[in-house]
């Protein structure tokens, strides 16, 4: 039953129209990442794994850094942190 209603969901054109116009835009138009990783490939000679434990090693500081804002300094004023 909620399958039937998320893909409801997703066949109105107020929602399809903009999902297909995302899915296009990413699929057709290479994006900036593709670009530094065919240059950090070929150009610096690193390792595709290595470029890959970078990439998770960030998400994990962003997700650190968010859990810390969340937890510790959304009270504070913006000015203050940045001080």
């Known amino acids: 039953m909620a399958t039937y209603s998320l893909c409801s969901v997703f066949r109105q054109p107020i929602i399809l129209r903009p999902m297909a116009w995302f899915f296009l835009a990413h699929v057709s138009i290479p994006n900036l990442s593709t670009v530094m990783f065919y240059y950090q490939t070929e150009f610096l000679n690193l390792e595709a794994s290595f470029l890959g434990t970078v990439r998770v090693v960030g998400w994990l500081g962003l997700m650190f850094g968010t859990f810390a804002y969340n ?11 940045l001080m």
Do not use: D
Not at 71 to 80: E, G, I, N, S, V
């Open 71 to 81: 937890h510790y300094l959304k009270k504070m004023r913006l000015r203050t942190i």
